[in-house]
């Protein structure tokens, strides 16, 4: 048989083998019905024995396969960092060979403009005018003095998003300004385009869009927090937008320079008197006491502008953190306000970037670590409460979608562990995390404490739902909640306890089930009361008897030998054995359930569940009237009196670290040998 189940297996692992000619084959060789039905049965137990072998390979490197899918993750998040850095020096490259053409460009297009000035530029204003006639909507246009036409083409823009094309447009580039046109397709005349959008050079920043077929030739205009993606008729025409767009814009800032440093000395200086006495007399070469005339302070708005738009937010508070340095103990000035409501826009820009780099809106992978670059640098920006809020949104959201991407084992325990350990591990990467960021900023951590507060109780709906709600055993639910506590024990390496948030959380649901499961053993022990014979327990085998003294031994019940005889016989009820068992049970499991809160809750369960077994004991002892079976009884009562009542009242001791004190008065109230022989009601 294992010879024809080996060849058949080689026979269908074949890369050769055909389905179809094997079905052929079978069918002309079997004699009947009876031959295809034993081979089918091979091929059922070769594929149900092919699914255990894959069962077994799953479970034998299950860990193995959550931590290769972690380490992916990670590396996944890692490669896109690094494919984000490096298009951005790819960028930074190509906006460096673009700057020095440009400054060659610059000196040539100097010498012309020596040469032929005025022509040049009334050509240019006559081209300007001739077009603009073209389109419709944009007769305010030449209204500005000294605009005129630099460069001009057609275009096709697409959606930023789904990259569709969208609509043809033909852009109008002005030495102050950028006119968008779109295209009227059925228009007939002189009018061919409709007027869509002018942007001052000086509001938005160009980047060049890496090729990916079919999508090439493309660059993309930033005009925060909006942008638009066009596309060039070829490689040479983009390249030529990107040059004449950075040239005209460099062009129009220099310009601007030097317009405002002629106007400083032209300026007319009068003295005034003041007919106050009490003015003091101040110097009036305060203007000139700042200094703005370096090249990186006039270039610093745009600046800032190309590192916001290629996400180099290092760099740009970089450039903030030296105007600020440059500026720390220079006079305000009108041209330092000036310069300094330029900026405070851009910084308006930087925030609102970063703060949506910290939105839970955005990826969620990559951990705490993902969010520190922009939290590192809004804290350099002086937000660092709005970092800390940012970053405890960004954690919650990212806690709350693993939570929920758990699947729901059938094995609760199983579940509880994935979730704890799912859960714990991130708290305990945020904790980290945070206080490597907020390290010198105390004032955030009651912000954390109280995240922690609400991330814990995200945690326990969770839990609740899963073992209480579904009405597991009590015995199930102590070991989640043990599981739960552990967990909650290693946050305090880090020097965060949540364990008594833990328990007020949970103490509700605990409550509820110490109540239920009470009620079930009452109900059980009822119900065992109502059909009891008062006859000894015949156990039948050895082995029987020796399974129940290890049960008792468990339970704290060490002298348990003194009731039992020979031939497999008990000497008490079996009503009473099975309540000891149950009530250890129950013992036990709600010590590893115990909080504080739950003492009295605890302890009163403890007492009424005792209570029923020894009023049904002193309630038989009272109507009973042999005397064999009267004094069985109370062998009974004494078992239940002399042994299990101090067992119980000695381990409650040693799980809480209290005495219990019903326990104690309960024991003295209960007297089995006093006996009333006329009464027929339990008097406890």
Known sequence: MSDTQNRLRKQLESPNFDPQNHVKQLSQQSDGDRDLQEHRQKIQNLADETAQNLKKNVYKNYRQFIETAKEISYLESEMYQLSHILTEQKSIMESITQTLLSTDKDETAKEMLAAFPKETEEVKQRTLTTLLEKVEGCKNIMETPGRYLVYNGDLLEYDVDNMSQIQKVHAFLMNDCLLIATWLANRRGAVKYKYNALYDLESFAVVNVKDNPPMKDMF??????????????????????LEILEETKKKKVVKERHKKEEEVPNSPV??????????????????????????????????????????????????????????????????????????????????DVLVFELSPDRSLRGGPKATRRAVSQLIRLGQSTKAC???????????????????????????????????????LETAKEFEMDFKGNTGCYSAFVVWSRSAMKMFVDAFSKQVFDSKESLSTASECVKVAKEHCTQLSEIGLDLTFILQSLLVKDIRAALVSYKDIIIEATRHRNSEEMWRRMNLMTPEALAKLKEEM?????????????DDCWVNLSYTVVAFTKQMMGFLEEGLKLYFPELHMVFLESLREVIL???????????????????????????????????VVERRFEEGVGKPAKQLQDLKKNLRPMRVNPESTMSVV
């Open 389 to 427: 809020e940012l970053f405890l949104k960004n954690r919650a959201a990212a806690v709350q979608t693993a939570i929920r991407q758990l699947r729901i084992e059938g094995a609760t325990l199983l579940y509880i562990h994935k979730l704890c350990n799912i859960f714990f591990t991130s708290l």
């Open 612 to 646: 029923v077994a020894t009023q049904h004991v002193d309630y038989s002892l009272r109507c009973e009237q042999e005397s064999e079976k009267k004094a069985f009884i109370m062998q009974n009562a004494v078992f239940l009196h002399e042994i299990v009542l101090p």
């Open 553 to 565: 031994r468990s339970c704290g019940v060490g002298n348990f030998e003194q009731y039992t005889g």
């Open 270 to 351: 009068r003295q005034e008197v003041s007919t106050n006495p009490f003015d003091v007399d101040e110097p009036l070469d305060s203007e000139e006491a700042v200094d703005l005339s370096p090249e990186w302070i006039q270039e610093l708005p745009e600046d800032l502008d190309v590192c916001i738009a290629q996400r180099d937010f290092e760099g740009a508070v970089d450039l903030l953190d030296k105007l600020n340095e440059y500026l720390k103990d220079e006079p305000v000035t009108p041209r330092v306000k000036e310069l300094r409501g330029k900026v405070d826009e851009r910084v308006r820009q930087l925030t």
């Open 220 to 241: 993309k205009i930033l005009m925060f927090p909006d942008s638009r993606i066009f596309q060039a008729e070829n490689s040479k025409i983009k390249k030529e937008w």
